[in-house]
Nanobody
């Protein structure tokens, strides 16, 4: 599975962004998909996941602001980010794996290269 993120950019605090992640290769619908992020000088951290029956899981830091969704026709997973804060600044990665609802990066087999999101105050 090849994954490619897009949609990152520089925005002001309070703005919204939507990050698509396009997948190609093996059957997209059979994978759980996750979003992770890595801020400057920080470890990679879990953001959100969605499994094959569209059950979702979120990090506490983004609950109520971010929403993950998937389109199995277009083989794309999305991360809608609202009410962005400067602390959301990070490189955002999408990942594919076979474990449902996992927040552990080790449970994801395939990774994209990431897209930079910068939120100014």
């Amino acid at each position: 599975v090849l994954l490619e993120e897009s949609g990152g950019g520089l925005v002001q605090a309070g703005a919204s962004l939507r990050l698509p992640c396009a997948a190609s290769g093996r059957t997209f619908s059979s994978f759980a998909m996750g979003w992770f992020r890595q801020g400057p000088g920080k470890e990679r951290e879990f953001v959100a996941s969605i499994n094959w029956v569209r059950e979702t899981n979120y990090a506490d830091s983004v609950k109520g602001r971010f929403a993950i969704s998937r389109d199995n026709v277009y083989n794309t997973v999305y991360l809608q980010m609202n009410s962005l804060k400067p602390e959301d600044t990070a490189v955002y990665f999408c990942a594919a794996g076979t474990y449902s609802d996992s927040s552990n990066a080790l449970d994801y087999t395939y990774w994209g290269r990431g897209t930079q999101v910068t939120v100014s105050s």
